[in-house]
């Protein structure tokens, strides 16, 4: 009987290369000499992960590995493998290893299995049993047991470059696994286009050209026509890599927050919308951007807690699409104020003394003494109340003895605090006269 399958199945997995010459991409590994393509050679693969982006080409590399490798290859996947059906190919694999025969394990998405599914391939990587080959798009150092990581080397792959995707595109429209048979015409602006929208993702790249094409003009003579209108309604979105929960949220907020710091309103405004267009919880960013009014600005121009609180009520009244602006707003405004890390300065200085220093007693003088035997105890004796005095202020110490003199707040010349500093400054030497 006919099995149709491979010719109906994605034109990315019709086009899946089988050796190192038709990989695309990835010079950096699996170019001539060197380190990866070496191993590959000559068959001395030891556990590894390969770690990036989606369609990048690391399952396709774990099976050209496969191809070239004398040990038994075994696939599982992480959504479907339990603790028992791991133990029991860990057991295979050992009797196999007994008999002088390797196996090769070959885990797509390994940042799916949990601690417990983790563990069970632990024993069995240690004593050679097995040779593990993960693939994942989460950062290893999060999501695998620093047991396991020690043990396998990281390799990673990078998003693929323009010209690795039109050179995919290319091979495609004319090869005979690919859409040769359908005689595509496609200008070289177009390959450029779809190269460019996948933002070096190879699957991306392939899924849309086969979009364009099935959906392009059939000629006269049988040939199909790709327009610009059909290319644009097949790339309606670039689909940008943000997932919420892993590494590239993190990379992002850092990304945001590191160029308000360096008062870079462009780049600010440019990581703020790939987080909003990525999905991310506007009341999120905004309770980031109140965090950084005060550690990066802070009192060189306390506006800017007011401005972020009020763009988090925005944000919260609104939501997305229309909060957009609000934000664009704070992260300007952040962007462009006086900065100063005095309070967070203030902040760390204070907590390790209190993480290392004995728990010090409340100096009498300042202690409330609202009943007769806190009084007798002396509790309040020796308060001196500031708004009795001229200047408003009094020498009365109110720091413990052992922390006599220590400057936690230093206020920077930066905008308003200058104005502070100065006043500290005067407050300090006012207070060091007898």
């Known amino acids: 009987m006919f099995d149709d399958r491979e010719v109906n199945a994605p034109l990315a997995s019709r086009l899946r290369p089988e050796t190192l010459d038709e990989y695309v991409g990835q010079k950096h590994l699996v170019g001539e000499g060197k380190i990866l393509r070496k191993l590959i050679e000559n068959d001395n693969i030891s556990s590894m992960i390969f770690w990036g982006p989606p369609g990048v080409g690391k399952t396709t590399l774990a099976r050209i590995i496969a191809g070239c490798?004398?040990?038994?290859f075994i696939e599982l996947s992480a959504v479907t493998s339990g603790v028992k059906e791991i133990k029991e190919i860990m057991n295979r694999a050992e009797a196999d290893r007994q008999m002088g025969v390797r196996t090769l394990l070959f885990t797509d998405e390994i940042h799916r299995f949990n601690k417990a599914q983790q563990d069970a391939f632990l024993p069995y990587v240690e004593k050679g049993s097995i040779i593990l080959v993960g693939a994942t798009t989460e950062n290893p150092s999060f999501e695998l047991n620093s047991a396991l990581l020690s043990r396998c080397r990281v390799f990673i792959l990078k998003a693929l470059e323009e010209t690795d995707l039109e050179e995919l595109i290319k091979n495609a429209l004319t090869s005979k696994k690919g859409l040769g048979d359908m005689r595509p015409n496609i200008s070289d602006e177009q390959v450029s286009?779809?190269?460019?929208?996948?933002?070096?993702?190879?699957?991306?790249?392939?899924?849309?050209?086969e979009m364009a094409v099935l959906n392009g003009h059939i000629m006269p003579d049988g040939s199909v026509t790709v327009d610009d209108e059909i290319l644009a309604q097949c790339m309606n979105r670039r689909s940008l890599m943000y997932d919420k929960n892993g590494e590239e949220h993190y990379n992002l907020?850092?990304?945001?927050?590191?160029?308000?710091?360096?008062?870079?309103?462009?780049?600010?405004?440019?990581?703020l919308h790939r987080m909003l267009d990525g999905g991310e919880e506007p009341l999120y960013i905004a309770r980031r951007l109140v965090r950084f009014a005060s550690e990066d600005v802070g009192m060189a121009d306390s506006n800017a807690l007011n401005v972020a609180?009020?763009?988090?009520?925005?944000?919260?009244?609104?939501?997305?699409?229309?909060?957009?602006?609000?934000?664009?707003h704070a992260v300007v405004y952040m962007s462009m104020a006086p900065k100063s890390n005095a309070l967070y300065k203030a902040c760390i200085s204070c907590k390790s003394d209190i993480h290392k220093m004995p728990a010090e007693p409340v100096p009498l003088q300042i202690r409330n003494a609202p009943t007769k035997l806190m009084k007798e105890l002396d509790y309040g004796k020796g308060y001196m109340y500031a708004h009795d005095t001229d200047e408003k202020i009094t020498k009365m110490k109110c720091l413990p003895d052992s922390l006599e003199g220590r400057r936690y707040y230093c206020p920077t010349e930066q905008g308003r605090e200058k104005y502070i500093k100065e006043r500290l400054e005067k407050i300090l030497e006012w207070k060091s006269t007898k």
């Open 193 to 209: 286009t779809i190269a460019r929208f996948a933002n070096g993702d190879a699957r991306t790249a392939l899924n849309t050209l």
């Open 69 to 72: 490798t004398k040990a038994n």
């Open 309 to 328: 609180v009020n763009v988090y009520q925005a944000c919260h009244f609104l939501g997305m699409p229309e909060c957009d602006v609000h934000l664009t």
């Open 253 to 271: 907020i850092s990304a945001l927050h590191k160029s308000m710091r360096n008062s870079d309103p462009d780049a600010a405004v440019y990581w």
